[in-house]
Nanobody, 124 residues
Framework: QVQLVESGGGLVQAGSSLRLSCAAS????????MAWFRQVPGNEREFVAA????????SYADSVKGRFYISLDNRANTMYLQMNSLKPEDTAVYSC?????????????????WGQGTQVTVSS
């Protein structure tokens, strides 16, 4: 079973940028679709962005479209989430996930492997 570890979170001012990383124990991402979700305590898990295992198809939540960008680096066994123009509403624990499908969509239940999460806090 692949293992995922997130990093790159922190405390930043609104309007700034962060890049989150999700490192995988497997040699390649080519047989997995990948996604980012986020969650605030007391709220349900929220879809952020997803990519097919080829990296050719990506999708984004309306709340982050045009600001966040998902990418895969198979040589480094790492998925990234570039977050620009951050808003206080983006504050959450961000988790990466993987599934053995070409593309697994926006529902968290479609993903079987999860990282531990990394905290992102955006101040106004």
């Amino acid at each position: 079973q692949v293992q995922l570890v997130e990093s790159g979170g922190g405390l930043v001012q609104a309007g700034s940028s962060l890049r989150l990383s999700c490192a995988a124990s497997e040699r390649s991402f080519e047989r997995f679709s990948m996604a980012w979700f986020r969650q605030v305590p007391g709220n349900e898990r929220e879809f952020v962005a997803a990519t097919s295992w080829s990296g050719d198809y990506t999708s984004y939540a309306d709340s982050v479209k045009g600001r966040f960008y998902i990418s895969l680096d198979n040589r480094a066994n790492t998925m990234y989430l570039q977050m620009n123009s951050l808003k206080p509403e983006d504050t959450a624990v961000y988790s990466c996930a993987a599934a053995y499908r070409y593309y697994s969509g926006t529902y968290y239940g479609n993903y079987g492997v999860w990282g531990q999460g990394t905290q992102v806090t955006v101040s106004s």
